[in-house]
């Protein structure tokens, strides 16, 4: 988030003069409170993003003379188609990255469930276990498997979360059992969020694979922020451009 607020800081610097020394500081203010309250980095960054853009716009139209005016309107189209494709990379790397970390879970599901008794299912089971509040196991890629009764009670696995088998609400044996399969994120508490597999088992119970998101979401905050920068630097040349002596004669 402090990387989303110092670039929120460079687009402020974006703004008509005036406008910046009277509201500048405040929109800065409110903006880090609404950061510390919000239950969604990545929701709060693209609606940050949006009303910049709108106000930027709005702002700068207030500012400028006709003849500018008439500039704006020339470059308008460029700039919000740059932002459109910025803004669908953004959402398609986050898909990509998000099915990503379902790969290995539902590889290691499917093989439980086509063959439970296979010598590779026991050594998955009697392999390390796997601490799933660990750092070492939230910052890697290495999936776990438990398998669980017909009632969702858990039997046996190579994770532990909190000295025990990881246990997920009911609700998601419930919806394993109603479509044969299911894929969800599982949080079972702040700072652990799990790409979480579930098959049924042909014996009435049901095998569980997962794999922490730690590493994709990070991956996903780094490209965000990409484009962020991206879109300021567009978005900085065009402000440029605007000021720039010869632009009747570059258009």
């Given at each position: 988030m402090n990387t989303v607020l110092n670039l929120y800081r460079l687009a402020l610097r974006l703004y008509p003069s005036a406008f910046r020394e009277r509201y500048a500081?405040?929109?800065?203010?409110?903006?880090?409170?609404?950061?510390?309250?919000?239950?969604?980095?990545?929701?709060?960054?693209?609606?940050?993003?949006?009303?910049?853009?709108?106000?930027?716009?709005?702002?700068?139209?207030?500012?400028?003379?006709?003849?500018?005016?008439?500039?704006?309107?020339?470059?308008?189209?460029?700039?919000?188609?740059?932002?459109?494709?910025?803004?669908?990379?953004?959402?398609?790397?986050q898909q990509f990255l998000r099915r990503g970390a379902d790969r290995q879970p539902e590889s290691l599901a499917s093989l439980v469930q086509a063959r439970p008794q296979s010598d590779a299912v026991s050594a998955a089971l009697a392999g390390p276990r796997l601490d799933l509040a660990s750092r070492d196991w939230l910052h890697s890629s290495t999936p776990f498997v438990a398998l669980y009764d017909a009632a969702g009670n858990g039997v046996a696995g190579n994770a532990v979360l909190h000295g025990a088998l990881p246990q997920p609400p009911r609700g998601i044996f419930n919806t394993i059992r109603e479509r044969g399969d299911y894929k969800v994120t599982w949080q079972p508490q702040p700072g652990i969020r799990i790409a979480l597999t579930g098959r049924r088992l042909s014996g009435g119970g049901f095998v569980l694979a997962g794999q922490?998101?730690?590493?994709?979401?990070?991956?996903?905050s780094y490209a965000s922020g990409s484009l962020l920068i991206a879109w300021i630097c567009q978005l900085l040349g065009c402000m440029l451009f605007l000021r720039h002596p010869d632009r009747r004669r570059i258009l």
């Open positions: 500081g405040e929109m800065l203010g409110t903006t880090r409170r609404l950061a510390a309250d919000a239950p969604s980095k990545l929701r709060f960054a693209a609606a940050l993003f949006w009303d910049t853009l709108r106000s930027l716009l709005r702002e700068h139209a207030r500012a400028t003379v006709p003849s500018d005016r008439r500039v704006i309107r020339s470059l308008a189209p460029f700039f919000v188609t740059y932002t459109i494709v910025l803004f669908a990379i953004s959402l398609s790397v922490s998101l730690r590493h994709s979401e990070s991956l996903n």
